[in-house]
């Protein structure tokens, strides 16, 4: 009896928390033209989730790209197919890798930091005390620090993509002695503006830009008033970010293909 | 002024570089200028198969691109595929007796529509036809005609064994075809070693209306393509007698090995580069 209790307490608490998280997307959305006023706000919000997060972006990029271009070297050279590496670099990092690493990377890296950051606002009554100054807590916390994810999710993911060109350029051309020209010549005859660039990279990284900051400023923003209830959240962001990247990744590709 | 916050210029250098990124990937990674551009005139040519052709797939001349498919229809109860090709104005001079083909880039690469030019003087007008056309061929149909599985063997009506003894069957195994002048017309049931004679013995299954084959044909293992599967070539001899259930091809010739072959060159070509020297050591 108990047991069956838990678990209706799980399936109502899980939809209780669906549910507030697309309400709280709501009320953003409704807060975003009173929001405009604070752009000063989305701004140091851009540079602290977009342009800090830089560094860890590039530097993963350029080593996906490396490792792919040395994984894919070995096993085309079984087939002579070595000039394909640059092809097929490019299209793993456009359609998958680019947009879900840099994803996951921004979760872990951007999302934790704004869910501890509003998660003890919240606990610190910071929230509550905005409230009583008649500053509405979503339009001047919430809604920058959203903003500011969706806009530097899409950026961030060009930048990887760039960098893991590079890098598998680095590898296949550079160490391994595939033709310039040919990496090159291949590579552009292949990938496609609107299916690789536009449809790959920039869609779903704006789509993972939205949910890893709504989950994050939502999980600091309900969080419980407390130390504990600030670190669950943090690793709930974590969680709940990746996964929905990669199960929203498989339906984006179904779509979008 | 003064009050400008220092993150400001990160965060624009920021953006900045993130819109660089995605130029970078859009215009040099990538086939933007696959798109045909300026005045185009466009003619029709009617295909029987046109494969895996799609709108916007280049029209070369010579293998350079002219112009590009505008559009595919069926014309409802015509079994021809009506395609449009829009080529640029500057290639407005195609004879009229052009042959149109659907080509494919490469093994498996996409497709184009190839025009080789015919001698006639008169030049096709614009929304003209072009008469001569070849279709798409079909991978499969060349596979087909490679591997010659499917129809003879597929449907046996009954079929009858025999025998053959090969020295050597390369990767040949049971189920493969048996073939006479390309066609399938059985498989083969069985491949074991003997233990005392020391050869494959091979039992074909042929079927039963190809019981006019005579008893000393010759059986040969070959390979289809470069890379292709093995199969048992059966080459008609000149009996009168004909095959019957249970005998032996005594004619057999084994499975070339790739090795071998190269093995072959290899010491074939060594002798011939050395004859130069010999004569002019006779001299």
Redesign the interface.
């Known amino acids: 009896m108990s047991l069956s209790m838990t678990r209706d307490n799980i399936v109502l608490r899980s939809l209780e928390q669906i549910g507030n998280c697309g309400l709280f997307l709501l009320r953003m959305l409704a807060a975003v033209p009173r929001s405009l006023r604070h752009y ?1 706000e989305t ?2 919000q ?3 989730v ?2 800090m997060s ?1 560094i860890i972006i590039m530097v993963c990029g350029l080593f996906v790209g490396m490792v792919l271009g040395l994984q894919l070297y070995d096993v085309l050279s079984i087939f002579g197919g070595t000039s394909a590496t640059g092809t097929v670099v ?1 299209i793993a990092i ?1 359609r998958e890798l680019g947009p879900v690493v840099t994803a996951l990377l921004f979760a872990g890296r951007a999302g934790t930091s704004v869910t501890a950051e509003i998660g003890l606002m919240r606990a610190t009554d910071q929230i509550a005390a905005m409230e009583m100054m008649a500053v509405d807590p979503i339009a001047y916390v919430a809604v920058p620090r959203f903003l500011a994810g969706v ?2 999710m ?3 993911s ?2 990887f ?2 960098l893991g ?1 590079f890098g598998g350029h680095l590898v296949g051309v550079n160490w391994l002695g595939i033709d310039n020209g040919t990496f ?1 010549s291949n ?7 609107g299916k ?2 536009i449809n790959g ?2 869609w779903k990284s704006f789509v993972f830009g939205i949910v890893v900051s709504l989950i994050a400023v939502f999980q600091g923003y309900t969080t419980p008033p407390t130390s504990e209830g600030v670190a669950y959240a943090t690793t709930r962001t974590v969680v709940a970010s990746s996964i929905a990247i990669l199960a929203l990744d498989f339906v984006l590709t179904a779509f979008l293909m | 002024m003064s009050q400008r ?1 220092s ?2 210029v ?2 624009g ?3 900045v ?3 660089a ?2 130029g ?3 215009t ?5 200028v696959n798109t045909s551009r300026g005045p185009t005139y466009t003619v029709d040519a009617h295909f029987a198969n046109i494969g895996q052709l799609k709108v916007r797939a280049p029209v070369k001349v010579a293998g350079v691109r002219v112009g590009q498919v505008q559009s595919i229809t069926l014309d409802p109860g015509k079994e021809t595929a009506d395609v449009k090709l829009a080529i640029d104005q500057r290639y407005d001079k195609i004879p009229d007796d052009t042959v149109a083909t659907i080509f494919t880039s490469g093994l498996l690469g996409d497709q184009y529509v190839g025009l080789q030019y015919g001698s006639s003087q008169k030049t096709l007008a614009e929304g003209g036809t072009l008469a001569l056309t070849r279709p798409a061929q079909q991978l499969e149909e060349m596979l087909g005609k490679f591997f010659g599985a499917g129809g003879a063997a597929d449907n046996l009506a009954g079929s009858y064994t025999v025998k053959a003894r090969f020295t050597n069957i390369g990767a040949l195994s049971a189920g493969a075809p048996v073939k006479m002048a390309g066609v399938a017309i059985g498989s083969v049931q069985s491949v074991r070693a003997d233990p005392v004679k020391l050869d494959a013995e091979v039992t074909l299954s042929i079927d039963k209306k190809f019981n006019q084959i005579p008893d000393d044909s010759a059986a040969a293992v070959f390979t289809s393509g470069l890379i292709g599967t093995q199969y048992v070539a059966i080459q008609p001899g000149g009996s009168p007698d004909m095959l019957k259930e249970g005998d032996e091809l005594v004619l057999t010739q084994s499975a070339l090995q790739i090795e071998d072959l190269i093995g072959k060159f290899l010491v074939n070509g060594s002798p011939s580069d050395k004859k130069p020297a010999d004569g002019d050591a006779k001299h």
């Open positions: 000063r701004i140091r851009l540079w602290f977009g342009a830089l490019a456009y806009i530097a899409p950026l961030l060009c930048v993509c760039a060109i090159w590579m552009t005859a292949t990938v496609e503006v690789d660039v990279v920039l | 916050p993150y400001a990160g965060t250098l920021f953006i570089l993130g819109f990124a995605l970078y990937l859009a040099q990674t990538t086939s933007v």
